[in-house]
């Protein structure tokens, strides 16, 4: 469900920001899911309460994963095909793996490092087939929005087991949105009249991507590692790319198939098949 939903938010992202003002439409799209999540986790008979102590992990992560990483994603499809900016988005599980070593105390094989190497060839192929004047903005802020959301994923982690996924992903939207709802207002002037297709997507983005997906993803992040999690979605650029030909009419070259690759092959290599081995012999041993 995860992948279906991501993988089709990149195209419907962009097909809203081309005619909605991003921040305005990205806040929005966070906050209506978020008070729809804290309400049902009410509803449920789960309190809404934040321990003092997690307040630090969701905070982080609302802002790096909702105010960073959903608006710098939508930027980013706006200069290169949105199955391009899925593919740098996808990168996040190299970070989240960086990152993780000290954070987390999480300790990488030597095909984490392979991972590593994978990934950042996609990346250099992506930057060589986008750049201009040597430059890429749709690739660096693809980059910059893939490290934030892996800092995101991270700070999740560290205070999934101490709250419902439910409360956990309406607070962090709530405190992504809201500095993303408070600039929109000064974008108000530059609403107009949107085409079916442009509210369609958004809606999608709110309830699809952001509701179903993210809920699921964060359940998902309470119940294995974070590099784990991440491996989750590793088909999400694929189905980006196929749903942007039928969306948008964007193509896809040889190029971005190798660089599609190349990421998917780095996402790969952490696959947990040791570690989920030994922890079966271990169930079995102390069940013995």
């Known amino acids: 469900m995860v992948v279906i939903l991501w993988g089709g938010s990149y195209p419907t992202m962009k097909a809203a920001a081309l005619e909605i003002p991003i921040v305005f439409f990205r806040g929005w799209a966070a906050f209506l899911p978020a008070l729809v999540m804290l309400a049902l986790a009410y509803a449920l008979g789960?309190?809404?309460r934040v321990p003092r102590q997690c307040w630090m992990g969701v905070v982080i992560s609302g802002l790096c994963t909702v105010t960073l990483t959903h608006?710098?994603?939508n930027v980013s499809t706006l200069y290169m095909a949105s199955g391009q900016t899925s593919l740098m988005i996808?990168?996040?599980p190299i970070w989240a793996a960086i990152i993780g070593i000290p954070v987390l105390g999480e300790r990488p094989t030597s095909l984490h490092w392979l991972g590593v190497i994978l990934?950042?060839?996609?990346i250099v192929l992506l930057w060589s087939q986008t750049a201009q004047d040597g430059l890429s903005f749709g690739v660096l802020i693809g980059?910059?929005?893939?490290?934030?959301?892996?800092c995101g994923t991270i700070a999740v982690k560290s205070v999934s087991e101490h709250l419902p996924a439910l409360v956990l992903t309406g607070w962090s939207f709530t405190v992504g949105a809201l500095p993303l709802c408070l600039y929109g207002f000064f974008e108000i002037d530059q609403l107009k009249p949107v085409s079916d297709r442009a509210l369609w997507s958004a809606l999608f983005i709110m309830f699809g991507a952001n509701f179903?997906?993210?809920l699921t993803f964060f359940y998902i992040i309470g119940m294995v590692p974070a590099v784990v999690a991440s491996l989750s979605v590793v088909a999400v650029p694929g189905v980006a790319f196929i749903l942007g030909v039928f969306i948008l009419d964007e193509s896809m070259t040889i190029m971005d198939g190798v660089a599609f690759l190349l990421i998917a092959g780095a996402l790969t290599t952490v696959l947990p098949r040791p570690s989920i081995n030994r922890g079966l012999l271990g169930k079995k041993h102390h069940q013995a």
């Not at 910059?144 to 959301?149: G, L, P």
């Open 143 to 150: 980059v910059v929005s893939a490290i934030a959301w892996a």
């Open 212 to 214: 179903l997906g993210f």
């Open 71 to 73: 608006t710098l994603t």
């Open 119 to 122: 990934g950042l060839s996609g």
């Open 90 to 92: 996808y990168t996040m």
């Open 46 to 48: 789960h309190s809404l």
